[in-house]
């Protein structure tokens, strides 16, 4: 099985800033890879696919980039609405795997 | 209103089943890979099985926490997605979604819970 390891798994940062989540996977994957942001109670939205393509009706400040076994999630200036916790999904080789999510904070 | 719905969860002994079912509206679920994704309390997230399409014969896969004991299966006459769960634990006990994690524009439901319990 495919692991992949997200860091870091908490995050406290402001209005504003500038943040970058990291996932490694265990093997090389290619650019199959997602993004997604989950806030409380509720489903997982898919930010990024492909590594780094934005999905429709997502705001440009979030980005990803990377393949193989390295990527990135950029949020370029922090919003309150940013708060939620974040998880990249690998959909390469089954068992499709998550990271252990990112909880993003907003001071 | 395009959307899953998920239904079937509740509260279930070790050792027992439970069916969950998931129906599609505002679209068609027949060309669609469909997923299972689950979220234990305070967890993170987990991928537990995919159905594929006709064209693509069906074909199932699992992961290994649930292989033989979850059947994933779908009726597309009735829009409509399933899971039976057998051999129930405690572990199992999670916010089971259904959802088409690759197709180009993703739809997930809104979950519902398993709670597996004495």
């Known amino acids: 099985d495919i692991q992949m390891t997200q860091s870091p798994s908490s995050l406290s940062a402001s209005v504003g800033d500038r943040i970058t989540i990291t996932c490694r996977a265990s093997q090389g994957i290619g650019i199959s890879l997602y993004w997604y942001q989950q806030k409380a109670g509720k489903a997982p939205k898919r930010l990024i696919y492909?590594?780094?393509s934005l999905q429709s009706g997502v705001p440009s400040r979030f980005s990803g980039s990377g393949s193989g076994t390295e990527f990135t999630l950029t949020i370029s200036s922090l919003q309150p609405e940013d708060s939620a916790t974040y998880y990249c999904?690998?959909?390469?080789?089954?068992?499709?795997?998550f990271g252990q999510g990112t909880k993003l904070e907003i001071k | 209103e395009v959307q899953l719905v998920e239904s079937g969860g509740g509260l279930v002994q070790p050792g027992g089943s439970l069916r969950l079912s998931c129906v599609a509206s505002?679209?068609?679920?027949?060309?669609?890979?469909m997923d299972w994704v689950r979220q234990a309390p305070g967890k993170g997230l987990e991928w537990v099985c995919r159905?594929?399409?006709?064209?693509?014969?069906?074909?199932?896969d699992y992961a290994a926490s649930v292989k033989d004991r979850f059947t994933i299966s779908r009726d597309d006459s009735a829009n409509s997605l399933y899971l039976q769960m057998n051999s129930l634990r405690t572990e199992d006990t999670a916010v089971y979604y259904c959802?088409?994690?690759?197709?180009?524009?993703?739809?997930w439901g809104q979950g519902t819970l398993v709670t597996v319990s004495p």
């Open positions: 159905i594929r399409n006709k064209a693509s014969g069906y074909i199932t």
């Open positions: 492909n590594a780094f």
């Open positions: 999904l690998q959909h390469n080789s089954f068992p499709y795997t």
């Open positions: 959802a088409d994690i690759t197709a180009q524009v993703t739809r």
């Open positions: 505002g679209f068609s679920l027949s060309d669609h890979y």
